[in-house]
């Protein structure tokens, strides 16, 4: 692919401009036996939390047309059993790990961030989808003010990139956005999952134990096209789209919105070599319109 997929995002020097999103893409260390992980921008992992979590009970996921629901409920082994265990293998790869992370507290984000300043952890990806338990539960990520001092917090306890992704559920993605930017985020990643839900008429029951879940996969994809277009109006800052991608037509859509990378989520459950092999779409769209570099796509569209 020569350097035409080399790009460099949040100061993280990548081979593609492809990732795999959190959530969907465990440590990376697991889809090993379905392509070279050493080929792709950059691993982005399950969310770590500062302590270990078991997660949710009952049912976690449920399918839906074009979609999925999910409401894992962030289990992972916790920072220090992933320092300890975890991380080592993923340095075995000659790829970026960032590192996706979640807590309750502002407090509680600042220590998770310095916990992480480590090396082999090439940034942060900053999940704000999360109740603060102070303040009553309310998300961090649905108030400009929370979402800006958890940004703080995490910029003041680490030398790493600080990505921060943007919950969906909110009024306007824009406010949001220029809030983290403000408080100093080296990037924002969109979107995180809408909430939803799903029935079963038979029991009369929802199909999930959470009740609600995120809703992740194709179905999503036009809303968050909408977003990073919106997004990129307003920030200086680079912008990580996801959300639905399952093509390198979609990948590229996403480039001409605004997004200077992207990253694959609930379609590795489709095909788990897709990453790869959206990357290998978009070096072959770039050789066909004599596009030197993917980084002149970002941000093209013609409106």
């Known amino acids: 692919m020569d350097n035409r997929l080399k790009t460099t995002f949040a ?8 990732m795999g ?17 050493n080929t792709i921008g950059a691993i982005i992992s399950k969310g770590i939390t500062p302590l270990p979590r078991s997660g949710n009970p009952g049912v976690r996921i449920a399918e839906t047309p074009s979609g999925m629901l999910n ?4 289990e992972n082994p916790g920072v220090a059993a992933f320092k300890q265990h975890i991380l080592p293998q993923v340095c075995q790869y000659d790829t970026p790990l960032i590192v996706n992370m979640s807590a309750g507290t502002v407090e509680e984000y600042g220590q998770l961030a310095a916990e992480l300043d480590v090396d082999g952890v090439a940034a942060v990806e900053v999940n704000i989808s999360c109740p603060n338990v102070k303040e009553g539960g309310i998300v961090f990520g649905t108030q400009p003010e929370a979402a800006a001092a958890v940004t703080r917090s995490v910029k003041d306890h ?7 992704k943007l919950s969906p559920n909110v009024t306007d993605i824009t406010v949001m956005a220029q809030a983290v930017e403000a408080a100093g985020a080296d990037a924002v990643s969109l979107i995180n999952t809408i909430t939803g839900m799903a029935v079963d008429i038979h029991t009369r029951r929802p199909l999930l134990g959470n009740i609600t879940g995120g809703l992740s996969g194709p179905a999503i994809k036009p809303v968050a096209l909408r977003m990073v277009w919106q997004t990129a109006k307003v920030v200086h800052i680079p912008i990580l789209g996801l959300g639905g991608i399952s093509s390198w037509q979609d990948a590229i859509e996403f480039m001409l919105a605004g997004a200077s990378a992207v990253a694959v989520g609930a379609y590795n459950f489709v095909n788990p070599a897709a990453v790869g092999e959206i990357a290998v779409g978009i070096d072959q769209y770039c050789i066909e319109q004599h596009i030197t570099n993917v980084s002149d796509l970002v941000g093209m569209l013609e409106e």
């Open 11 to 18: 100061g993280i020097s990548m081979k593609t401009p492809v």
């Open 21 to 37: 999103a959190s959530g969907t893409f465990g440590f990376g260390v697991e889809y090993a036996d379905f392509f070279d992980i």
């Open 71 to 74: 409401c894992i409920g962030l």
């Open 158 to 164: 680490t030398k790493k990139p600080v990505i921060v």
